[in-house]
């Protein structure tokens, strides 16, 4: 049985994936997202990077609907978020990296200057704070990313990291 205290956690972390706040998960809210991060970064929705992020954006909402949206309105409740999609990825949150891959490699494109797949701590926060996680979660959350300490971070790091952020409520 999952406790109360654990659903209580993730139940928050809906509220990072509902970014419209109408209470529901849907294909919009994915879509506003990746609207967000090229409004955040300057990027044209027309340009291969805005394209990119949009394709991304529609493969983590397919994958996320295909967990977790169980009566198949297109739609994905607190409820079902909370007893569908996190049972199901908390035991392996390596599930839900793989379904967000495609969506952070490439606001991380974005968001990157350098062409070398690495992003600023600075960018990185931006790019977490857009998802849905609070300012002060976000900078903590990407300075703590910057495991070598070169004020870059990478997939390698934001994938995982993100996983566990939705998936373990600790």
Same mark, same amino acid.
Do not use: C
């Given at each position: ?16 994936? $509902?970014? &419209? +706040?109408?209470?529901? /998960?849907? @294909?919009?809210? !994915?879509?506003?997202? %990746?609207?967000?991060? #090229? ?29 977790? $949206?169980? &009566? +198949?309105?297109?739609? /994905?409740? @607190?409820?079902? !978020?909370?007893?569908? %999609?996190?049972?199901? #990825? ?38 977490? @704070? ?41």
């Amino acid at each position: 049985m999952v406790s109360s205290e654990y659903e209580r956690r993730i139940a928050a972390r809906f509220a990072g994936f $509902d970014q &419209d +706040g109408n209470g529901y /998960i849907d @294909r919009e809210d !994915f879509s506003a997202a %990746a609207k967000g991060l #090229l409004a955040e970064f300057g990027t044209t929705a027309r340009s291969d990077k805005g394209q990119a992020l949009y394709a991304g954006a529609e493969a983590f909402w397919q994958g996320m609907a295909g967990i977790a $949206d169980r &009566d +198949g309105d297109q739609r /994905i409740t @607190r409820d079902e !978020f909370v007893n569908g %999609a996190v049972k199901r #990825l908390r035991d392996n949150p390596e599930r839900f990296a793989e379904i967000a891959r495609p969506f952070l490699h490439a606001a991380l494109d974005v968001a990157g200057k350098g062409g070398d797949g690495t992003v600023s701590v600075e960018d990185t926060a931006r790019v977490i @704070r857009i998802l849905g996680v609070p300012e002060e979660i976000a900078l903590a959350a990407a300075a703590s990313l910057d495991g070598d300490g070169d004020g870059k971070v990478g997939e390698a790091e934001i994938v995982p990291a993100f996983a566990r952020y939705f998936t373990v409520p600790e």
